[in-house]
Structures are given as C-alpha cells and as structure tokens.
C-alpha cells in the first residue's frame, strides 16, 4: 500500500513539473560504451549579445550536461569522442482559457441568439527550448538527442532548478546508465 502510495505520489510530482521533456531519439546501432571523452562545441548564434547577458541559462545548460555525462563516466578532453551541441531557442507564447456557459451574458427576448465556447487570453510568458546534441566526433554524425522546454524565469534560482531538472530528466533517456 505503502510504494502504491508513493508511485501515486511521484507520478503527481512529475505532472506538475514546470518542464517538459519534448524528445529523446538516439541512432541505433551505436555503441555508446566505447566512448570516453566529450567536450562542448563553440556556441555561436545570430545575436551574440543574446548569450553574453546574463541570465540566458547557456552555462547553466553546459554545467548540467557535463555533469550528467560525467556522471555516466566520460571525461573532458580537447580532443573528444563526441562533441557536445547545445541549441537554445526562446519564443514568446500566449497562455488562453476556454470560457464557459456560466461567463455567458443573459439575453432575454433575443430570438437569434447563439453563445460559443472562445478562447480568451490570460498572460504572456516567454518558453525556452533547450536542444542537445551528441556528435560521435570521427563520424561527424549525431548520435543522440534530447529536447526540453520550460516557461523562462527572471529568478536566477528557479532558471538553474529548471535547467538541472530537465537536463537530468531528459539524461534519463541516454542509453548510458549512471
């Protein structure tokens, strides 16, 4: 009753996580055990100044991958078995709710009448998409990748909780075991 209890739990937690993992896919016939080494490709982008600020996550993002693949035993080396990628994209996105019957106006004596569902918006917010890919460095072929979203946050905390969660959340699908 007890570990029913707490799956229940658990699984409630994980619905109310504030991200999201949108993808995991890995080549197949890759054997992942005869890496050793990573290390993270130059991050450019079309703004630079974009990811010079503060407060873009972007070495928050490279701290938790290192960490996740240390964890998973590769070392960091200048001249790596896979490279590291790491994309990041924030778009702004409009939160709406659905209005109700209850919401409706009461009309009397109106014969063409008709009340429908709409949406309505509430807020603005911007969303972050974390993209990393996993190079096999001699190939030059991707071998693995993860994408995450979340809402952002000016909180500086909760923007490095988030990352390290949805880093390690999406790490769970890496075909290595820590």
Request: hydrophobic share 40%; with cysteine; charged share 25%.
């Amino acid at each position: 009753m007890k570990t029913l209890f707490f799956l229940l739990l658990l699984t409630a937690t994980a619905a109310c996580s504030p991200v999201r993992v949108e993808s995991t896919s890995q080549t197949p016939g890759v054997d992942f055990s005869a890496y050793k080494t990573y290390n993270f490709l130059d991050v450019t982008a079309r703004n630079e100044d974009a990811f010079t600020a503060g407060g873009t996550g972007v070495e928050q993002l490279k701290q938790a991958v290192a960490r996740e693949l240390e964890r998973r035993g590769y070392q960091r080396a200048d001249a790596p078995d896979l490279w590291v990628n790491i994309g990041v994209v924030s778009r702004q996105k409009v939160q709406t709710r659905e209005t109700n019957i209850q919401e409706a106006p009461i009309y009397i004596g109106q014969r063409r009448y008709k009340w429908q569902r709409e949406q309505v918006p509430v807020r603005t917010y911007a969303e972050g998409t974390a993209t990393v890919d996993i190079v096999d460095a001699a190939r030059q072929e991707r071998v693995w990748q993860g994408v995450a979203a979340s809402a952002l946050t000016d909180d500086p905390e909760k923007l490095a909780a988030r990352i390290n969660e949805g880093v390690a959340t999406m790490f769970e699908q890496y075909p290595v075991r820590p």
